[in-house]
């Protein structure tokens, strides 16, 4: 009964390679969203959808690409990775009211080796 | 621009020492100002949030903090500190949920029994 779940938890993969991270949400929140942690632990936001509609699309290479087939899934897809994409990845949801509590997943550790 | 300083890296306490963790925004517009906690392995969890009214808000798991226009602060306190506290805490500023949220650097918390 996982509020905001992602897989996998850990992804380890080489250069070069295309890979994708799931996010689902069960509170029947309309807005999603993506953050990126580096290695500093700085958070970053990178994408929002809000009932499947891109919101917010920050300066984000465009080998990114989010995709929304319904307002409980936003999964992230990301070609050609480079070894400059390690992170932890985090995806979040709220519902789109101004007082609106964001809940976030556990996280994807991604490493490119 | 828009941003949240968090000046303290990385904080020490001794079990039921009080806390006092500092966060200063620059925001063109009234703030809305959040705390999350991120425990290892774990993703964030919101302790508290300020949006308006009483500047001194209170969280869950015994934290407040308190919002200071003139100083551009939101400093967050617990009067004793428990061993599960430790983790990292994050200062987060924005309009509201649908809107981004930008984070501070982070503080880490180590608790000494």
């Known amino acids: 009964d996982t509020a905001v779940s992602q897989t996998p938890k850990y992804l380890v993969t080489q250069m070069g390679n295309d890979k994708s991270i799931k996010c689902e949400q069960n509170?029947?929140?309309?807005?999603m969203y993506w953050y990126k942690q580096d290695s500093k632990k700085f958070l970053k936001i990178m994408f929002s959808?809000?009932?499947?509609?891109?919101?917010i699309n920050e300066t984000v290479p465009n080998r990114f690409s989010p995709k929304s087939p319904d307002k409980a899934h936003l999964n992230l897809h990301i070609n050609s990775l480079e070894l400059g994409d390690s992170a932890v990845y985090f995806c979040?949801?709220?519902?789109?009211?101004?007082?609106?509590?964001?809940?976030f997943g556990q996280g994807t550790r991604l490493t490119v080796v | 621009a828009q941003s949240v300083t968090q000046p303290d890296i990385h904080i020490t306490v001794s079990e039921g020492a009080s806390l006092e963790l500092r966060c200063n925004y620059s925001?063109?517009?009234?703030?809305?100002l959040f705390w999350y906690v991120q425990s290892p392995g774990q993703g964030l969890q919101l302790l508290l949030k300020?949006?308006?009214?009483?500047?001194l808000v209170q969280g869950i798991k015994g934290f407040e903090a308190e919002f200071k226009r003139s100083q551009s602060s939101f400093n967050l306190r617990k009067p004793s500190v428990h061993w599960s506290d430790a983790a990292e805490y994050f200062c987060?500023?924005?309009?509201?949920?649908?809107?981004?949220?930008?984070f501070g650097t982070g503080t880490r918390l180590q608790v000494f029994p």
């Open positions: 979040a949801s709220s519902h789109a009211d101004w007082d609106a509590e964001a809940f």
């Open positions: 509170l029947g929140h309309d807005t």
């Open positions: 959808y809000n009932n499947k509609e891109l919101i």
């Open positions: 925001y063109g517009a009234t703030p809305y």
């Open positions: 300020y949006f308006s009214g009483d500047t």
């Open positions: 987060a500023v924005g309009r509201f949920n649908t809107d981004k949220l930008i």
